[in-house]
């Protein structure tokens, strides 16, 4: 069996969950599948992995209409696949015409879903409309949907209620606990700025309007003095949402010293190193299908207080490897908390329990590890992924 596995994202291009979900995969899939990589950006050296760039004719267009001149591309090469695996809307246009093409069956693996992403109308304009009807049209034409969690297998099917709830599976987003794991290097924190013998909030994700960084930045205003705030954040969506930001961070570091702002990617041994000297992490999302950086935080060792929303609750054991934090949601896909003054009290006062008992965060830190090795495990999500390529062929 051959599988062509259409994304965005793909080493060394990777900047958010998605991508690191697909290369995971991939190198787990491998091991019995013969599996193509197609994806966006620069040419990759890895066998087996072809990347496309934007057509020269529309390198100045809508960014939703140079992601369809990706796809066109990718689709046109999949001639020789049995079956064609894509991720996120970006490719899924990919994988539906290589479908419709080749006569060959579609999986999708839903990592986010653009009803539920409003605001991206503020990055893409018009393009939004156009994601939109790319990300539908292959949804409910797919001969299987992977939802990352229960959560999104909901969300999914209240979005789309033509599709055929039998098609749509849940394979957790998994983590490489041998690569993912505590990784004390006291001296390599400070030349980051951090102080390893301070207490400290730890954020790892995106600048966008889902993970719900302007509600966390007023939530530390809250904390102790001596609490230090890490937040590694790039990859801003617009310069709207960064402009957001940029004001949130200044005008915290103006009232509170240990206010780090790490803008550029980490590599996985700096960041392991910064998420094992935290006391806690912290994923304040509105909108969070799973939330990787949530398992490779527990694999670290490091207790996560998250949003009760989306597939959060699914990874975080409240109490036992974490805490979650209770929210109220404006019902019309924005996420936006229906009392945000209460979401961001809220979150501060979890925040500062975790942070009064160091013993307990480290005991909830530990059991996080467990569950991480016992229950995300890219081996057992491999498998799943195979079980539902073979109903397929």
């Known amino acids: 069996m051959r599988v ?15 991508g690191v979900h697909v290369a995971e995969l991939v190198r787990a899939l491998r091991t019995d599948i013969d599996v193509t990589v197609r994806c966006f950006g620069e040419t990759r050296e890895a066998t087996q992995t072809v990347a496309y760039p934007v057509p020269a004719e529309l390198t100045d267009a809508n960014a939703s209409l140079a992601t369809l001149g990706v796809d066109l591309q990718m689709a046109n090469d999949a001639h020789d696949a049995d079956l064609v695996h894509s991720h996120t809307w970006y490719a899924n246009g990919a994988g539906h015409l290589a479908k419709l093409l080749h006569g060959i069956p579609h999986v999708v693996t839903a990592h986010s879903l653009e009803p539920l992403r409003p605001w991206k109308a ?73 102080d390893p013998d301070r207490p400290s909030v730890v954020f790892v994700g995106r600048i966008t309007r889902q993970k719900g960084l302007p509600y966390l930045l007023r939530a530390v205003a809250l904390l102790p003095e001596d609490v230090q705030i890490v937040l590694c954040a790039g990859a801003p969506d617009t310069p709207g949402i960064m402009a957001e930001v940029t004001a949130g961070v200044e005008a915290l570091q103006r009232e509170r010293d240990g206010v780090i702002w790490i803008d550029r990617l980490l590599p996985q041994h700096e960041l392991s190193a910064v998420l094992t000297a935290g006391t806690l992490f912290v994923c304040p999302s509105i909108y969070e299908p799973l939330g990787i950086v949530n398992l490779e935080a527990m694999a670290c060792g490091l207790p996560v207080v998250g949003t009760a929303t989306g597939g959060i609750p699914e990874v975080v054991a409240d109490g036992v490897t974490g805490r979650l934090v209770p929210i109220e949601q404006v019902d019309d896909g924005t996420g936006t908390p229906t009392d945000p003054q209460r979401f961001v009290a809220d979150l501060a006062r979890v925040m500062a329990e975790v942070l009064a008992d160091p013993a307990r965060a480290a005991e909830m830190g530990r059991a996080g590890r467990v569950r991480a090795e016992q229950e995300f495990s890219w081996h057992h999500i491999a498998a799943r992924t195979r079980e539902i390529y073979a109903t397929l062929l």
Not at 132 to 145: G, R
Not at 167 to 188: A, F
């Open 122 to 194: 503020e990055q893409l304009g018009g393009g939004y409309r156009v994601s939109s009807w790319i990300e539908k049209t292959a949804f409910e034409a797919a001969d299987a949907v992977i939802a990352v969690s229960g959560g999104m297998r909901r969300d999914i099917l209240r979005s789309y209620p033509a599709l055929d709830s039998s098609k749509v599976h849940v394979v957790y987003n998994g983590i490489d606990v041998d690569r993912w794991k505590p990784n004390p290097d006291p001296e390599l924190v400070r030349r980051l700025g951090i």
């Open 4 to 18: 062509d596995l259409m994304t965005k994202e793909y080493p060394p291009e990777v900047y958010g969950g998605a």
